[in-house]
């Protein structure tokens, strides 16, 4: 049985830093991609990034890249989601999601398992 578990939400002003945590049970995770999405209230579930567990390759939507990074700690098995200089936009409830497979994944039907969420407010 899969389980994701995110953690690390909360609120923080604008321009301010948060750093996720995505520590995930139940496999390895060394074929997967994993991913992070978000969804603000009345907004489709939105990509965020993700990461190639095996090669460690990254890919970021454009509205955070430069701004957000991905990192991983293997002994752990935990994802990380680091994000810098936030904005009001950035709100929402963030989601870290696998797919089974090893190929970047940017949709949300393409991901196999979901976390519970963590919410993440940014004031202005």
């Known amino acids: 049985q899969v389980q994701l578990v995110e953690s690390g939400g909360g609120l923080v002003q604008a321009g301010g830093s948060l750093s996720l945590s995505c520590a995930a049970f139940?496999?390895?995770?060394?074929?997967?991609?994993m991913g992070w999405f978000r969804q603000a209230p009345g907004k489709e579930r939105e990509f965020v990034a993700a990461?190639?567990?095996?090669?460690?390759?990254?890919y970021y939507a454009d509205s955070v890249k430069g701004r957000f990074t991905v990192s991983r700690d293997n002994a752990k098995n935990t994802l990380y989601l680091q994000m810098n200089t936030l904005s009001p936009e950035d709100t929402a409830v963030y989601y870290c999601?696998?797919?089974?497979?090893?190929?970047?994944?940017?949709?949300?039907?393409?991901?196999?398992?979901w976390g519970q969420g963590t919410q993440v407010t940014v004031s202005s």
């Open positions: 999601a696998a797919a089974r497979t090893i190929a970047i994944q940017t949709t949300p039907p393409s991901y196999d398992y």
């Open positions: 990461f190639n567990w095996n090669g460690g390759r990254t």
């Open positions: 139940g496999r390895t995770f060394s074929s997967y991609v």
